[in-house]
């Protein structure tokens, strides 16, 4: 557990911004009730992610971590590091291990996993097309029961082509890779590339709520999935920046590197 400085407000949604702001009216809605921190990672100190909480995915994966991705994940500070109090991971245009990218992708796995909370993060993403930056979660059996029985949680996922929008999903059996269980949320008036904005999930026994700011737009529950219901186990939680895949298509001519995802704070509430 790890417990940090506290830099900004902590939001709690209202129930009548969710009514207004959220799902639709037929959609059964939660307001947040965690409020007890019990991990946070501030990004205060300089250099190398915190090494009691974080560790490194190296490499390209199994055929680029499953999804054609074009990325080689290093653990250098030119792709990873903390500064001037965010963490930034870096994508990079570069000949590197036999790649033509390079970027970064860390996980709090066996060092720090929950089961139930409210997982959140404040983030400013990066813009152009073949960028895939995410904050999200996997179980932590990953290793036994293999995916997508061990279950997945994408708090946010964010193609760089489409700076307004970001996605909120779950994957399981029965309903992973194309039949996965999502919502889009857009945002009005800004873009995701100009500004900080906070990510979350509220997460319990029976439901799975995605926010953004102060925003609920999704609730997904087990009545909604079309298999089992596979989130009443830990989970860890990875930040990453994959370049390319199946998902975003490969960076174009007009795609501008290096790009950064910055990501000012990291938190869990129970």
């Given amino acids: 557990m790890i417990l940090n400085k506290i830099k900004h407000k902590i939001f709690i949604a209202t129930a009548l911004v969710l009514l207004l702001n959220s799902c639709t009216k037929d959609e059964k809605q939660t307001v947040v009730t965690k409020n ?10 300089d250099g190398a992610p915190n090494p009691n909480l974080w560790s490194y995915n190296i490499g390209t994966g199994s055929n680029g971590w499953g999804n054609n991705e074009l990325q080689y994940y290093t653990n250098r500070p030119e792709n990873i590091k903390v500064e ?55 179980g932590s059996n990953s290793d036994t029961a293999i995916w997508p029985q061990c279950g997945e949680i994408d708090i946010m996922e964010y193609l760089g082509s489409s700076p307004t929008k970001v996605f909120g999903t779950v994957h399981g059996p029965g309903y992973s890779g194309g039949n996965a269980i999502t919502k889009t949320y857009a945002l009005p008036n800004s873009r995701f590339d100009t500004d900080f904005h906070i990510f979350g999930v509220e997460w319990d026994e029976n439901y799975i709520n995605f926010y953004v700011d102060d925003v609920l737009y999704n609730q997904i ?50």
């Fill in 36 to 45: 007890n921190l019990v991990m946070s990672d501030e990004f205060n100190v």
């Fill in 84 to 138: 001037n109090g965010v963490l930034k991971i870096t994508a990079r245009r570069e000949q590197y291990m036999g790649e033509a990218f390079t970027s970064a992708r860390i996980l709090t796995k066996g060092k720090f996993e929950t089961k139930y909370g409210r997982i959140e993060a404040r983030i400013k993403l990066p813009r152009g097309k073949g960028l895939w930056p995410a904050f999200w979660m996997l």
């Fill in 221 to 270: 529950t087990p009545s909604e999935v079309t298999g089992n219901w596979v989130f009443n186990n830990p989970f860890y939680i990875i930040l990453n920046m994959a370049v390319g895949g199946n998902y975003p298509g490969a960076p174009n001519s007009e795609t501008p590197f290096p790009q950064e995802m910055l990501v000012d704070y990291v938190r869990v509430y129970q």
